[in-house]
C-alpha cells in the first residue's frame, strides 16, 4: 500500500523499528533527555531564536490550534485571519469559540493573499495574526513574507499554523518574525499522528506566562514548566515521542531542515513536471503551490473521488480525496514521508494505465 | 527490561507488530469498522447500557477528565469530589479551574471513603459526583458500591475516573448507575499512551448535547457525532487506535472483561502473598488494595527511590517510583500489562537478592 495522504504518512523503517518496540516508564532521565533533544533539533529545524521553547502536545494538531490562541491571545486582542479554506475556518472558529474579537481575509479560491489585501489592514489597530501556511485543503501556500513584513511594519504578533509546511517549504522563525509556530507527528515528520508541536519565541512564552487560559490540558504555562526538564505534565504519547526523536535525527544526518525542505520540493517538481510531459488529464488547482501537496481537478470528466477509489482497490496506492463540495472536482498528491521518484513513477504508471483505459 | 509501572505497560507481541506497521489514511470505511467495533468492545467490557457511547480523545487522562469535567457538568451544579491522591486532586484543580461549584471529601492517607463520610452529604443537593476509582499515586481503591448506593438515593450524576481500573477490577457501568466513565490507552489496555477514552451513558449523552463548554477540541459533542460513522473531529493517534482493536479483541478471545480482571487480579494476589511468605521488608500502604497495582513501604529502612533506581540499574526491572513527598517512603509495583507469574518471580528474586545484599 504506497501512500500519497497529506497524513499519516510513510515512515522510515528505522521510525517503524521503533514502533515495534515496548514503551518505556517515562518519568526518567533517559527520557527527558530524549525530550530536550527534541526540543533542540525541532527549534533548530524551525530557524527559531535560541531562547525559544518547545511544547509537545499530546493532541492533533487542533489540539495544538487551540492551545495557541487561548495561551497567546485574550478578549483584548484584535486578530486578522485568514481563512481560506477548512484549516483557516478552524482558526476563526477556535476565535469565535474563545470570544477573540476578530478579521476574516478570505483570499479568492485557491489563491494566496495579496499585498492589497494586506494593505488594507494597515494601521487598523490590529494586534494579532493567524495563518495556516499551507491551507492543505485546496493546496495554497501563503506567501509568508509578505505577511511577516505586514506584521513587522504594524507591530502585530504573528502565528503560524505550519502543521503541512513545516520541513517542506522554507521557513526562518526567527527572521520572519514569527511568535508562534505549529507542526504536527504526522505530516512532513512522518511519524504516526498523536503528537503536536508549538515553538514559542521568547515573546511568546512571556505572554503564555501572563495569561490565564480557562483550561488544564491545553494551558501552555504547564507544558512548558515540565518541558525545562525534558518532561510533560500528563502522561504523553511516549512512543510517538520516541519516533519522532528517531525521524529529528534522520533529518538532522541528511543534512538538516533545508536538506530536507530541496528533497520535498525535489519530488513535487518531478511529480508536477512528469504530469505534464505525460499530458494527463489534470490541472493543478493552487495559483500559489505548496511543496507538501499537489491539488489536482480531473479535466477529462472524471470523478475525483472516483480516482481515489480506483488508485486505491486497483492499484493499491492511496492519494488523498477531498469532502464536502470539493469531493467530485479534486484529490490531492502529498509529497511528504518516506517516498522517492521511483514512487512517483509508480502512481504514474498508474494514472497512465487509468487513461489507458478509459477511466480519466 | 521488565516493566511493572503502572503505564505505559508492556505491550503483547500482536499489539507491539501493529505498532510496527504504517499507519493508513484513515477517512476510510476500513478505519470506521475499525472504529465501531472498538466503540462495541469497550461498551461490552465497561457493561454500559447498549446506548451508550464512546468519545475516543487523543490525549492523555488528563485530556478526557477535563473534556467529562466541562461537558457533563456547569456552572449550575453542585459537585462532590474525593480528593485522596493526586488524581483526585486534579479533579478538585478542573472543578476550580471551570468555576463549577464543588465540595470535597478528604479520605485518610491511603484509605478509601467510608458509609459515614457519604451519609454526611445526604439531603444536600449535590448534582454532581467524581471519583477516580483507583487513586494510583497511592493504590487505593474506593468502594464504588457504596459510593453508587449514595448517588442512586440522591439522584446524583456519577462520573468515573477509571483509568487504572478499568479491565482490573470489577465494574459494571448500568448496574452501578455510573454515567460517564473515563479509561486510557496505557494502562490495562497495555497499548502505548495517546488515547484516552470516555464511556457515556444515554443521559450523559443527552447532557453532552445540552452542554456549551468552551472548547473545540474537547467538545464531546464533535466526537460523538463523528463517531456515529466510525470517525474522528481531528486526525486522531490512528496507530495507537489500531492497536487498542488488537487488543481488545484479544481480550474478547481470552474470555472477555471477567477473564482480564480475574486474570490480573491472580496476579496481584499471588505477588502480595509471595511478599509475605519470602518475609519480604515491605509493608502495605493502602487499607483498600486495587487490582492494578501494589504500593510498598520499605520497612528495613531504605529508601523508595533508591529501590527503584538500583532495581533499574542493576536488575534491568522497573518498578513506579512516587514523586514528592512520598519519594523515599513508597514505591509502586503494577500488574496490569503483558507480565504472568514468572515475571513476578524475577521480580520477587531480585528483592530477595538486594535482601541478602543487604541493600534493603
Avoid at 24 to 51: C, G, H, I, W
Avoid at 131 to 148: A, F, M, P, R, W
Avoid at 152 to 159: A, E, G, M, T
Wanted: proline share 4%; aromatic share 8%.
Amino acid at each position: 500500500m504506497l501512500n500519497f495522504t497529506v497524513g499519516p504518512v510513510q515512515s522510515s523503517e528505522q521510525v517503524c523499528a521503533v514502533g515495534a518496540e515496548q514503551v518505556p516508564y517515562f518519568r526518567t532521565p533517559e527520557f527527558s533527555r530524549v525530550m530536550l533533544e527534541n526540543e533542540r533539533l525541532v527549534k533548530q529545524f524551525a530557524k527559531a531564536d535560541e531562547d525559544a521553547r518547545v511544547a509537545f502536545m499530546t493532541g492533533s494538531g487542533t489540539a495544538s490550534m487551540e492551545a495557541a490562541v487561548i495561551n497567546v491571545f485574550t478578549e483584548q486582542d484584535r486578530v486578522l485571519v485568514i481563512d481560506g479554506g477548512g484549516f483557516g475556518h478552524r482558526f476563526v472558529e477556535l476565535l469565535e469559540i474563545h470570544d477573540i474579537p476578530h478579521e476574516i481575509i478570505k483570499p479568492a479560491f485557491a489563491c494566496g493573499v495579496t499585498a492589497e489585501q494586506l494593505a488594507a489592514y494597515d494601521g487598523k489597530g490590529f494586534t494579532g495574526f493567524l495563518v495556516n501556511l499551507d491551507e492543505t485543503s485546496v493546496g495554497v501556500l501563503y506567501d509568508i513574507q509578505l505577511i511577516s513584513d505586514f506584521c513587522r511594519r504594524n507591530n502585530i504578533f504573528l502565528v503560524v499554523d505550519s502543521i503541512s509546511s513545516f520541513l517542506c517549504d522554507p521557513f526562518d522563525m526567527k527572521a520572519l518574525d514569527v511568535q508562534v509556530m505549529i507542526t504536527g507527528s504526522q505530516k512532513a515528520l512522518a511519524c504516526p499522528p498523536g503528537i503536536s508541536i508549538i515553538v514559542l519565541s521568547p515573546r511568546a512564552v512571556e505572554r503564555v506566562y501572563a495569561n490565564h487560559p480557562r483550561t488544564m490540558y491545553l494551558d501552555l504555562k504547564l507544558a512548558l514548566k515540565n518541558g525545562e526538564r525534558g518532561q510533560t505534565p500528563f502522561t504523553p504519547a511516549v512512543g510517538t515521542l520516541r519516533q519522532i526523536n528517531t525521524r529529528l535525527k534522520e533529518i538532522d544526518a541528511a543534512g538538516g531542515a533545508d536538506a530536507e525542505v530541496a528533497r520535498i520540493g525535489g519530488l513535487a517538481t518531478y511529480f508536477r513536471d512528469k504530469l505534464q510531459e505525460y499530458g494527463l488529464p489534470f490541472a493543478l488547482v493552487s495559483h500559489s503551490l505548496p511543496n507538501a501537496v499537489t491539488s489536482l481537478t480531473p479535466t477529462g470528466g472524471a470523478s475525483a473521488n472516483d480516482i481515489f477509489n480506483i488508485l486505491k482497490d486497483e492499484y493499491g496506492i492511496w492519494v488523498c480525496p477531498n469532502g464536502g463540495e470539493l469531493k467530485d472536482t479534486v484529490f490531492r498528491v502529498g509529497h511528504i514521508g518516506a517516498l522517492d521518484r521511483s514512487d512517483f513513477d509508480t502512481l504514474l504508471d498508474a494514472l497512465r494505465d487509468m487513461q489507458t483505459r478509459g477511466l480519466i
